[in-house]
Structure formats: C-alpha cells, structure tokens
Nanobody, 126 residues
Framework: QVQLAESGGGSVQSGGSLRLSCAAS????????MGWFRQAPGKEREGVAT???????SIADSVKGRFTISRDNAQNMLYLQMNSLKPEDTAMYYCAARGASPYSCTYDRGPTFVYWGQGAQVNVSS
C-alpha cells in the first residue's frame, strides 16, 4: 500500500505561482509512475502531468509551458510547479501513483492510477 499527502495549495492572483508537493509513504519502492490530476466544480477530473520513476514526463496541453512536474525518489516526493496561473486553473489538485503497468505513464491514463491523495485546493482569482 502507498499513502499520498498533498500540500502547498492556496489562493493566488492570476499570473502568480504556486508549488504543490506530494509526500509518499508506505511501499514507495513499488511506485513506477506518479502524476497530478485536477477537478474543478462541475467538471470531470482531468490529467495535468505525469512522471516516470527515472525519466520521462507527460504534460497536458492546457498547462504546457506553465507547469513543471518533478520528483525526488530519495525523499519520496512529487512536485508540481505552477507558474502564470490562470483562473481556469482553479481546481482541487490530486496526487496519484501506481506500480508497474502495461499502460503508458501519461496524463490521459487517470483510471490506471491506484493510489490517490486527498487533494489540495488551488484558487486563482482574476
């Protein structure tokens, strides 16, 4: 089992920056792919970015060039640096992880993720 805990959410004005962190605990050596997903009120969950254990990232077009995903395997941490935030980025952001899988580690593979955090709220005002 893997436990995930997000932190770093908050409120910011349009154009501002935030960094989300996700601390993983438990059977962390089994984690192969991690990612960030978000869900705005009244909308479906969407993938934001994913990262493989050692190399390779997948970034949604809506945030490409503004968001950066990274991980520190030694510290069992996942990060999402969000710059040039827009009001449409307002959502609950979830950290997710899974073990080895035949599916690609990409942001459109949300249903393949097994472990999920409780979420961190991000509010961007205009």
């Amino acid at each position: 089992q893997v436990q995930l805990a997000e932190s770093g959410g908050g409120s910011v004005q349009s154009g501002g920056s935030l960094r989300l962190s996700c601390a993983a605990s438990g059977s962390t050596s089994s984690i192969a792919c991690m990612g960030w997903f978000r869900q705005a009120p009244g909308k479906e969950r969407e993938g934001v970015a994913t990262i493989q254990r050692y190399v390779g990232t997948s970034i949604a077009d809506s945030v490409k060039g503004r968001f950066t995903i990274s991980r520190d395997n030694a510290q069992n941490m996942l990060y999402l640096q969000m710059n040039s935030l827009k009001p449409e980025d307002t959502a609950m952001y979830y950290c997710a992880a899974r073990g080895a899988s035949p599916y690609s580690c990409t942001y459109d593979r949300g249903p393949t993720f097994v472990y999920w955090g409780q979420g961190a709220q991000v509010n961007v005002s205009s």
